[in-house]
């Protein structure tokens, strides 16, 4: 079965394992890619994918 591309709000929240309303935060204050569709907030997984390596943090060994 092939990947949606665009998913809903509770689609997302359960995609990256966190409360729908962390979701609408992000969105209002424009935190996260989003695209309207009738009125409806849905998240291309491209740009989520996209975002989610922006954000990546590095793990960088120290020997001693």
């Known amino acids: 079965m092939e990947k949606k591309r665009f998913l ?3 689609e997302l929240a359960e995609y990256l394992g966190i409360k729908r309303h962390t979701i ?3 969105v209002s204050m424009r935190r996260i890619p989003y695209v309207k569709m ?6 291309d997984l491209r740009d989520i994918e996209k975002w989610i390596q922006e954000r990546k943090v590095e793990i960088h060994e120290i020997w001693i």
Do not use: T
């Open 24 to 26: 609408y935060s992000w």
């Open 38 to 43: 009738g009125g409806r907030v849905k998240f």
């Open 8 to 10: 809903s709000v509770r």
